[in-house]
């Protein structure tokens, strides 16, 4: 039986920075741990192909397809922090975030992500890092307390 690849981002670091006015790649059972944004796209509704509003939380699907796709369209929004993993050999970390964001927290310690029953899942063989785009983003960024190495892109 295959696991279940839904891991839903711990409340804890989304409220370091701050409240957001959309999440566009969540799910409800997510939403019930973490109270992510006051507006939620399901996989149902599919925010790639929704407008986007205000500040964003992003922790886009893995997939490096939609991983790419969804923070493009963060890149082109320029309001909003995305939660990726610290992948510095990727193409799309070259590309979309090297390349369009205004900055990026490496975050110290791993993130233990939440299974959809609302344990906390082991260490991930990934460390991760947040990505800023837009000034006021990045300034919320560099001053949150998330242990972790800020660079200003």
């Known amino acids: 039986m295959k696991e279940n690849d839904e891991w839903y981002t711990p409340a804890e670091i989304i409220r370091s920075l701050g409240d957001f006015d959309l999440d566009p790649a969540t799910c409800e059972e997510a939403y019930r741990i973490n109270q992510s944004a006051k507006h939620i796209y399901t996989l149902e ?3 790639l192909k ?4 205000g500040r964003v939380w992003l922790n886009p699907p893995y ?3 939609l991983r790419k796709q969804f923070l493009e369209k963060m890149a082109e929004h320029n309001n ?3 939660l990726v993993f610290s992948k510095i050999e990727a193409k799309w970390f070259h590309n979309v975030v090297l390349g369009r ?3 990026v927290k490496f975050l110290y310690e791993r993130t233990r992500f939440f299974r959809p029953d609302g344990t906390k899942g ?3 063989r990934n460390g991760s ?4 785009y ?3 983003n990045a300034v919320i960024l560099m001053n949150n307390s998330l242990k972790g190495k800020f660079v200003f892109l």
């Open 80 to 82: 909003g922090i995305a």
């Open 50 to 53: 929704q407008p986007w509003n």
């Open 122 to 124: 082991m260490q991930p």
């Open 63 to 65: 997939p490096n397809s």
């Open 129 to 132: 890092m947040l990505v800023a």
């Open 134 to 136: 837009g000034i006021e």
């Open 101 to 103: 964001a205004t900055a």
């Open 45 to 47: 509704e599919d925010g």
